[in-house]
């Protein structure tokens, strides 16, 4: 499956922005779906994820209450609703696939997209 994600983008803190991981290629609706971030010097960092069917989501503690995942297998497209956007949410987003749910560990995940530059001014 190849992944591209969309819809980074420069706000300020407080804002909101949604993330789309568009999808082709294998089945889509086969595959759990976790985003990542990473800042400039920094490793990797899990965000959420999301079962094949949507109805399992995970999300790390520092982005729980304010972000949003989700999908839409009709649309072959995952999706990452950031509310509250603060300065520390700053960095490049990835998507990722894999056959497994619940995936927390970058390495874990064998199809990922090319990332999306979220910028969050204070």
């Known amino acids: 499956v190849q992944l591209q994600a969309s819809g980074g983008g420069w706000v300020q803190a407080g804002d909101s922005l949604r993330l789309s991981c568009a999808a082709s290629?294998?089945?889509?609706?086969?595959?759990?779906v976790g985003w990542f971030r990473q800042a400039p010097g920094k490793e990797r960092q899990f965000v959420a994820s999301i079962s094949w069917s949507g109805t399992s989501t995970y999300y790390a503690d520092s982005v729980k209450g304010r972000f949003t995942i989700s999908r839409d297998n009709a649309k072959n497209t995952a999706f990452l609703q950031m509310k509250g956007l603060k300065p520390e949410d700053t960095a490049v987003y990835y998507c990722?696939?894999?056959?497994?749910?619940?995936?927390?560990?970058?390495?874990?995940?064998?199809?990922w997209g090319q990332g999306t530059q979220v910028t969050v001014s204070s």
């Open positions: 290629g294998r089945a889509f609706s086969s595959y759990a």
């Open positions: 990722a696939a894999d056959r497994q749910s619940n995936l927390i560990l970058p390495s874990r995940y064998n199809y």
